[in-house]
């Protein structure tokens, strides 16, 4: 499942359309947003890149309600609903999961970025919407840019809630690591480079998991509460070197099938145990 008009390419698509004929499996890409589209004809409705969503969440959401209820959607509908929203941080912080630090600044707070620097002790913060993808509208504030981050704050204040996090340095040469787990398997791992609103997304070729990665990719994944069937962990070592939790993509995250064929595959057998199983 996709949407209409896609923000950027998908690199996953083609392979996995290629890796399901192979397998037997009759699939076709649809778009969430297309009102002409009948999804009870799907046995089965595998989110991809739905990357409109944050813009039309209200409308996304009421359409994972129908897919859920005509077909069967994967990841389910209350994964869905739950990780719309990066509120989600602050409770799986609250399992006792190590996240980098986040501050929660709801929709039509005054709430001054001045304030939060000055309780949490930051100087370099990133601040960015709680519904959002593909960094939209995610934007950095060193030392200095003060009054230019207040004024982004109030602006995306304005249309909903927001989340401010410190800038971890570690993102610009260790990399931020997405852990792809497929099903029960942490099948690969990708480097990224930093990115901010309007930036092209920078992904290395796969890359070793570090033992105390895959303790926290499976640590996270314990702790939702539902079946899922894909997921990507995103992390970064904080200040102190240890991996903290950055994002936890369960909606449409891109899963990097290029860099790794075995996760292709674990897909593409995941989707077929779910359709055995009627």
């Not at 399901?20 to 076709?28: K, P, S, V």
């Not at 990133?126 to 602006?155: I, Q």
């Not at 033992?211 to 894909?230: C, D, F, H, N």
């Amino acid at each position: 499942m996709s949407c209409r008009e896609l923000p950027e390419p998908d690199p996953d698509a083609g392979p996995l359309s290629g890796a399901l004929i192979a397998a037997g499996i009759t699939a076709e890409v649809l778009a969430w947003d297309d009102p002409d589209v009948d999804w009870s004809k799907a046995r089965l409705t595998v989110l991809r890149s739905s990357w409109n969503y944050p813009l039309h969440l209200d409308a996304f959401v009421e359409w994972a309600r129908v897919a859920a209820r005509e077909s069967q959607l994967w990841n389910p509908l209350p994964i869905v609903v739950w990780n719309a929203h990066k509120r989600y941080l602050l409770e799986l912080a609250q399992r006792d999961i190590p996240v980098a630090p986040t501050v929660l600044v709801a929709r039509g707070s005054g709430i001054a970025l001045e304030a939060v620097l000055e309780a949490r002790g930051w100087r370099d913060v990133v601040v960015k919407p709680a519904v959002s993808a593909a960094s939209y509208r995610t934007r950095r504030f060193a030392t200095g840019a003060v009054k230019a981050g207040e004024t982004h704050l109030r602006a995306l204040a304005a249309d909903g809630d927001v989340l401010i996090q410190p800038y971890l340095p570690s993102v610009e040469d260790y990399g931020e690591r997405s852990l792809i787990w497929i099903d029960g398997v942490l099948t690969h791992a990708v480097r990224k480079s930093p990115r901010l609103d309007g930036q092209a997304e920078s992904v290395s070729e796969a890359v070793e998991i570090m033992p105390a990665e895959a303790t926290l990719a499976r640590r996270v994944i314990g702790s939702v509460q539902g079946p899922i069937m894909y997921g990507r962990i995103d992390m970064a070592p904080d200040r102190s070197g240890e991996p903290v939790l950055m994002e936890l993509e369960l909606l449409e995250p891109s899963l990097f099938f290029p860099q790794c064929p075995r996760a292709l595959d674990c897909f593409v057998a995941a989707i077929r145990r779910r359709l055995d199983a009627g």
